[in-house]
């Protein structure tokens, strides 16, 4: 059983920080590729950051610079630093997993097979 539970999110000022943690169990995370995506009421989900199981990582233009994937293979942990958060950037963020060490579209939500519940961020003007 795969499981993905997500946590970290909160409400901060725009402009503020906040690390988005993804704990993963279930199957062998090394081996995986993982991303975060978002979604905001009324919006589509967007893909937001990815990475493969050789470590290649990938972002969305919009939060290149501001935001840097991560994982921690010893803790089975996937995490978002995020930083000089925008208003427009509350959502719903979700962690989401594919057990294969490559996809095509890495910020693309079809190619995940599992993911969490998601977390809720909310950046104030």
């Known amino acids: 059983q795969v499981r993905l539970v997500e946590s970290g999110g909160g409400s901060v000022q725009a402009g503020g920080s906040l690390r988005l943690s993804c704990a993963a169990s279930?199957?062998?995370?090394?081996?995986?590729?993982m991303a975060w995506f978002r979604q905001a009421p009324g919006k589509e989900r967007e893909g937001v950051a990815a990475v493969d199981s050789a470590g290649n990582i990938k972002y969305a233009d919009s939060v290149k610079g501001r935001f840097t994937i991560s994982k921690d293979n010893s803790k089975n942990t996937l995490y978002l630093q995020m930083n000089n958060l925008e208003p427009e950037e509350t959502a719903m963020y979700y962690c989401?997993?594919?057990?294969?060490?490559?996809?095509?579209?890495?910020?693309?939500?079809?190619?995940?097979?599992?993911w969490g519940p998601g977390t809720q961020v909310t950046v104030s003007s």
């Open positions: 989401a997993s594919e057990p294969r060490s490559y996809v095509g579209s890495p910020l693309r939500g079809f190619e995940y097979r599992y």
């Open positions: 279930g199957y062998t995370y090394r081996w995986n590729c």
